[in-house]
C-alpha cells in the first residue's frame, strides 16, 4: 500500500492518536543542522536543563526519555529499593496500562487502593502504613498520583500539598505521572511549578507526547540532589537513553516556550467542555439512556450509554468502552480536536438515538 493511499481520520479514543504539533516538526528541523554530541551532551539539552529550572525552580533537573512508562520507571526506581512498594490508585496507569513494566523491569511493589475518582488522599493511604520494618511485607518507600488521573479528576494544588506533607512526615516521596500535566495546569489555571515544586512534589514525569510532541517525555527531579544522580545510569539501564537527545529537548523546549503545552492543554479541555455540554443537553430527552456521572475537569468525558448505542457510534468514531458492565465509555479530546469533530460525534450520537 502506498502512503498516499492513507486514509485520514478522526476519532476521540486518546490524545495520543493524534499528531505532532507544526512547531515541534519545525524545532526538529532547526536543530537537525550540522553535528551535536549525542546522549545529552548537546547545546539544545543544555538550554532545557536551564528552561526546566526556570519552568520548575532552580533545583529542578530534567533528564529527557522517549515515552511516559519509561519516564514512570525511571522516576520511581531513583527511590524505590527492590524491597520496597510504591502506593497508588487502583485505576493508577502505572498499575493498570503498562503492562507490568514498574513490577517486571524494576522490581517495584505496587500497592494499590480502591478510589471512587481516581484520587487519593491522606485519609485514604494511612490505613496502609503498617507493620513498619517487618521482613514479611514490602515497604512503602512512595506513594504515586497521575494528574490528571485516568479518570479525567484533577488534583487541585492544595490537595497535592496535603500529599506531599503526609508523604514527607512518613519518609516517603511523591511522585507526580504528569502525562497529562499540561491538561492540568490549563485547568487549573496555574504554572507547572505552582501544583509540583511549590507544594512539595519530589519527582515528576513531564508528559508531552499527549500534548503534541513526539517519542518526547522527561523525568524532572524536584527535590533532592542524590536522586538527581541516580537518574542518568538508571535511565540507560531502563532503555531510555536517546542518543540524538537534541530532538526530543527541541520539542520539550518549544512546549515549554510561550506556554504552547498549556495552550494546547487548554484547547484540548475546551472542546471536552463542549462535548460534555453536548451530551448533558442530549441527555435530558434520551429517557434516561445518556448520563455522565464524572465531572469532565480536563480532557475526558466518560459518558453512559447503552451497548446498542455504543456499537453504533463507533462505526464512525474510534473510542474506548471503559466499563463493559455499566456502559461508560472515555471520549478523549486532544490538542487538534476541532470543533467540527466535537459536533459530529454529538449528531452521531443523536442519530443514534432515534
Request: proline share 4%; net charge negative.
Amino acid at each position: 500500500m502506498s502512503l498516499d493511499e492513507r486514509k485520514v481520520w478522526r476519532g476521540f479514543a486518546s490524545d495520543n492518536y493524534a499528531g505532532v504539533h507544526p512547531r515541534l516538526f519545525e524545532v526538529m528541523q532547526q536543530v537537525n543542522e550540522g553535528h551535536e554530541v549525542a546522549y545529552g551532551d548537546d547545546f539544545v539539552t543544555g538550554e532545557l536543563s536551564k528552561l526546566f529550572k526556570k519552568t520548575f525552580g532552580e533545583a529542578a533537573e530534567v533528564f529527557p526519555v522517549f515515552n511516559g512508562t519509561g519516564s514512570n520507571v525511571t522516576a520511581l526506581s531513583s527511590v524505590v529499593k527492590r524491597w520496597e512498594a510504591v502506593i497508588c490508585a487502583e485505576t493508577a496507569h502505572i498499575n493498570s496500562d503498562e503492562g507490568g513494566a514498574p513490577e517486571k523491569m524494576a522490581g517495584i511493589k505496587l500497592w494499590t487502593i480502591p478510589t471512587t475518582d481516581g484520587k487519593l488522599t491522606p485519609e485514604l493511604i494511612k490505613p496502609h502504613l503498617f507493620d513498619i520494618g517487618s521482613v514479611h511485607r514490602a515497604q512503602i518507600a512512595a506513594i504515586s498520583i497521575t494528574q490528571t488521573t485516568e479518570l479525567g479528576t484533577l488534583y487541585s494544588a492544595a490537595e497535592i500539598k496535603a500529599l506531599a506533607d503526609f508523604a514527607h512526615e512518613n519518609n516517603l516521596f511523591l511522585h507526580v505521572d504528569g502525562a497529562r500535566l499540561s491538561n492540568a495546569a490549563a485547568a487549573l489555571d496555574l504554572p507547572f511549578r505552582a501544583f509540583t515544586t511549590d507544594v512539595g512534589v519530589d519527582l515528576v514525569s513531564f508528559g508531552a507526547t499527549k500534548i503534541g510532541a513526539l517519542a518526547a517525555e522527561a523525568v524532572v527531579v524536584l527535590s533532592d540532589k542524590a536522586i538527581a544522580h541516580s537518574i542518568p545510569f538508571l535511565r540507560k539501564s531502563s532503555m531510555q537513553l536517546p542518543s540524538k537527545m537534541r530532538f526530543v529537548s527541541a520539542q520539550l523546549i518549544a512546549l515549554l516556550e510561550d506556554d504552547l503545552a498549556i495552550k494546547n492543554g487548554r484547547h484540548a479541555n475546551s472542546m471536552a467542555q463542549a462535548l460534555d455540554a453536548g451530551v448533558r443537553e442530549i441527555a435530558k430527552t434520551s429517557n434516561g439512556r445518556v448520563s455522565i456521572p464524572n465531572p469532565t475537569q480536563a480532557n475526558a468525558v466518560f459518558p453512559i450509554l447503552p451497548m446498542d448505542i455504543i456499537e453504533e457510534i463507533q462505526k464512525k468514531y474510534r473510542f474506548y468502552v471503559w466499563d463493559y458492565r455499566t456502559g461508560q465509555v472515555r471520549w478523549m479530546c486532544a490538542w487538534d480536536t476541532k470543533p467540527e469533530d466535537v459536533e459530529g460525534l454529538l449528531a452521531t450520537l443523536r442519530e443514534a438515538l432515534n
